[in-house]
């Protein structure tokens, strides 16, 4: 477990765990992606949260992440939904290039340039 209920509300802000080219799994959906940026607090609007099904704390970082064979799809994600995924194996999805340069044991290693161009989330 990355974070306890504790750990949040003692008021405690849990700190950030995965980094940029990480490959993580969706705890409860199964999923796996690549996380491709991060807020260190859910940053989405209210009617989002409040559509959302789990609706985890927003008081702890949050990710976006790119969904391995999903024709494209992102999705926005809090760090007590994921996992680091033990598979080694790369992700499918149609923007890899845009955030990353390679993958090498496991994770994406970053592009050198700042500028994604024709990219975003």
Known sequence: MLIGLTDTEGGAAPGIYYKLGVVVTH???????????????CMAGETWYNSNKTQPTREQPW???????????????????????????????????????????GRYELKSSQGFGSCSM
């Open 63 to 105: 990710y976006h992440v790119l969904v391995h064979d999903s024709g494209g799809l992102s999705t926005y994600v809090a760090q007590s939904n994921l996992e680091e995924d033990p598979s080694g194996k790369p992700i499918d999805h149609p923007r890899i290039q845009c955030y990353f340069a390679d993958f090498k044991d």
């Open 27 to 41: 705890k409860l959906y199964g999923y796996r992606g690549v996380v491709v940026a991060l807020d260190t607090r």
